[in-house]
């Protein structure tokens, strides 16, 4: 079955930086690469995906970017806000979705 | 449009004991998944059904079950609880999920505790 390695695990950064967080996957059948972002205390919540004909995606400050040969792809955060502390998780999917352990980020003011 | 709504939202079991846990999903919505949450874990997936038929399954084992009503609302049972089942259960649904996977809407948990 699908397998999906995230990391780090934990990211702290300054207010107004960039941040980044990895994702690898095993299944080279998976097509659908979602994000989400879950607060503390609060339910998972869907803030972008990309498709595997598509290698990147941009949504205001939340981009993602797919490489499908070496079969992995990344969130990037830019211009950071205390708001966007939360625990994000990647997720792969062929016919069902796998998630990743999650990604702790806490951004600083 | 109401969201999907799990009951109860916390329980404590002791071991040994079974639970039944609810979701309710947002109208339309014909697959609900099932997962497990617990700290440096992520989100484990325990299954999914689609119109009243379990599609997917993950890697659990037969103490937990689930099933699928005609109306979509969905629940799961664990049989004779261990301490390791205390978690945050989630549930999510979809329009279609399976391969046409699209956006999940999760609820806000059942949270177990077993003592």
């Known amino acids: 079955g699908e397998n999906v390695e995230q990391h780090p695990s934990t990211l702290s950064v300054q207010e107004g930086d960039s941040a980044v967080i990895k994702c690898t996957y095993s299944?080279?059948?998976?097509?659908?690469f979602p994000w989400y972002k879950q607060e503390l205390g609060k339910r998972p919540q869907l803030i972008i995906d990309i498709r595997s004909n598509v290698g990147e995606k941009k949504d205001q400050r939340i981009a993602v970017t797919l490489n499908k040969t070496a079969k992995h792809f990344s969130l990037h955060i830019t211009e950071t806000q205390p708001e966007d502390s939360a625990v994000y998780f990647c997720a792969a999917s062929n016919y069902k979705l796998t998630f990743g352990k999650g990604t702790l980020l806490t951004v600083n003011p | 449009k109401a969201g999907v709504t799990q009951t109860p939202r916390y329980l404590i079991k002791t071991r040994g004991q079974q639970v039944t846990l609810s979701c309710s999903p947002i109208?339309?919505?014909?697959?609900v998944s099932w997962y497990q949450q617990t700290p440096g874990q992520g989100l484990q997936f325990l299954f999914e059904y689609f119109s009243e038929t379990q599609r997917n399954k993950g890697n659990f084992p037969g103490r937990f079950s689930g099933r699928q009503f005609s109306n979509s609302r969905s629940e799961m049972n664990v049989s004779t609880l261990e301490l390791g089942d205390s978690a945050l259960y989630l549930c999510a649904s979809s329009l279609e999920g399976g391969h046409k996977t699209g956006e999940l809407f999760f609820g806000e948990g059942s949270r177990l505790t077993v003592l």
């Open positions: 299944d080279s059948a998976s097509n659908y």
């Open positions: 109208s339309g919505h014909r697959s």
